[in-house]
């Protein structure tokens, strides 16, 4: 066995945690509950602009009602004075009791405009009913999408601590020395330093080397240190 041997084991697993690390990113859990929230937050802003809507309608029923009331205390205030006996003057009651009629006629209208803000508040309401419901949904999707994610992740997290803790076993077999050019390597050839040579082709790049440089190479010693001439990467021989 060679010396490349263990720093080949050790890559092996750093591909491998590579690739766990870039599935934990990639989740498709993590874009499904990125969706959910935006649509939520599209919805928050409808439903925000509807129930604007439906303070305006309440705050005008409110207003109506209040007025209402005014108007009922002051017709009955006037029809008390009327039957009260107070006044006798026949002008006077008759100017009282126009007075109680036309506050009863404005009654009469306000409680028209009244049904009217209810006819227009019942499909606000049902909207809003709606919306709700949309709403929940949504947070209930939120939440088993958020579950899904975390057991992802966890999943992930624990595979993970296991390639770790075998790479660094297999680690401490590895000749100190080839550390640094490994370490290098890896970051400039997209995380893998080191593959090996099958027949004549590089695993590393997957790319045939000339039968020249195959014949150099197998007439050194498997410990020597061989490069990819396409790749760049340390070659494990034998
Ligand atoms: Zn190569």
């Given at each position: 066995?060679?010396?490349?041997?263990?720093?080949?084991?050790?890559?092996?697993?750093?591909?491998?945690?590579?690739?766990?690390?870039?599935?934990?990113?990639?989740?498709?859990?993590?874009?499904?509950?990125?969706?959910?929230?935006?649509?939520?937050?599209?919805?928050?802003?409808?439903?925000?602009?509807?129930?604007?809507?439906?303070?305006?309608?309440?705050r005008s029923q409110?207003?109506?009602?209040?007025?209402?009331?005014?108007?009922?205390?002051?017709?009955?205030?006037?029809?008390?004075?009327?039957?009260?006996?107070?006044?006798?003057?026949?002008?006077?009651?008759?100017?009282?009791?126009?007075?109680?009629?036309?506050?009863?006629?404005?009654?009469?209208?306000?409680?028209?405009?009244?049904?009217?803000?209810?006819?227009?508040?019942?499909?606000?309401?049902?909207?809003?009913?709606?919306?709700?419901?949309?709403?929940?949904?949504?947070?209930?999707?939120?939440?088993?999408?958020?579950?899904?994610?975390?057991?992802?992740?966890?999943?992930?997290?624990?595979?993970?601590?296991?390639?770790?803790?075998?790479?660094?076993?297999?680690?401490?077999?590895?000749?100190?020395?080839?550390?640094?050019?490994?370490?290098t390597l890896r970051?400039?050839?997209?995380?893998?330093?080191?593959?090996?040579?099958?027949?004549?082709?590089?695993?590393?790049?997957?790319?045939?080397?000339?039968?020249?440089?195959?014949?150099?190479?197998?007439?050194?010693?498997?410990?020597?240190?061989?490069?990819?001439?396409?790749?760049?990467?340390?070659?494990?021989?034998?």
């Amino acid at each position: 066995m060679s010396r490349w041997e263990p720093l080949l084991a050790v890559q092996e697993h750093d591909t491998h945690a590579d690739q766990l690390s870039h599935r934990a990113q990639h989740l498709p859990e993590r874009a499904r509950l990125r969706e959910v929230e935006e649509h939520t937050a599209a919805l928050d802003v409808r439903l925000a602009a509807v129930q604007e809507r439906r303070g305006e309608l309440a705050r005008s029923q409110q207003r109506l009602e209040d007025e209402v009331a005014s108007l009922a205390g002051r017709a009955d205030q006037a029809e008390k004075q009327l039957y009260s006996g107070a006044v006798s003057n026949p002008r006077e009651l008759q100017a009282l009791q126009d007075d109680v009629a036309s506050i009863r006629r404005r009654i009469g209208q306000l409680e028209d405009d009244e049904l009217e803000i209810l006819e227009l508040s019942e499909p606000v309401d049902a909207q809003l009913a709606e919306m709700g419901a949309e709403r929940a949904r949504l947070e209930a999707e939120r939440a088993r999408v958020a579950d899904e994610l975390a057991e992802s992740e966890a999943g992930i997290t624990a595979e993970l601590a296991a390639v770790r803790a075998e790479r660094a076993e297999l680690a401490a077999a590895v000749d100190a020395a080839l550390w640094p050019e490994y370490d290098t390597l890896r970051s400039q050839l997209g995380g893998v330093a080191i593959a090996r040579l099958v027949g004549s082709t590089c695993q590393g790049c997957h790319l045939g080397l000339a039968a020249v440089e195959v014949d150099r190479i197998r007439k050194l010693g498997v410990d020597e240190i061989v490069h990819c001439e396409e790749c760049g990467r340390l070659l494990v021989r034998g």
